[in-house]
């Protein structure tokens, strides 16, 4: 694993209602892993998720079958 900073992102489609996550997609490369974080608690705990799930996280998102 990497002792690389992640660099926190949330989308530009965020509102600000609070109800936001954010990711660090720096990690991918060298860890095979997205964090994600609840934006409210930036110091709360953060999930890994394996690049290729995330993937198609993503993917489901775009395609409407994930809301």
């Known amino acids: 694993m990497t002792t690389e900073t992640p660099l926190w992102f949330k989308s530009t489609y965020?509102?600000?209602?609070?109800?936001?996550?954010?990711?660090?997609?720096?990690l991918a490369a060298s860890d095979g892993v997205v964090p994600v974080r609840d934006?409210?608690?930036?110091?709360?705990?953060?999930?890994g998720f394996p690049v290729s799930s995330f993937a198609l996280f993503v993917e489901g998102l775009k395609g409407g079958e994930v809301r």
């Open 39 to 47: 934006s409210k608690n930036p110091a709360g705990p953060v999930l």
């Open 14 to 26: 965020s509102e600000h209602g609070g109800q936001c996550i954010e990711i660090a997609t720096n």
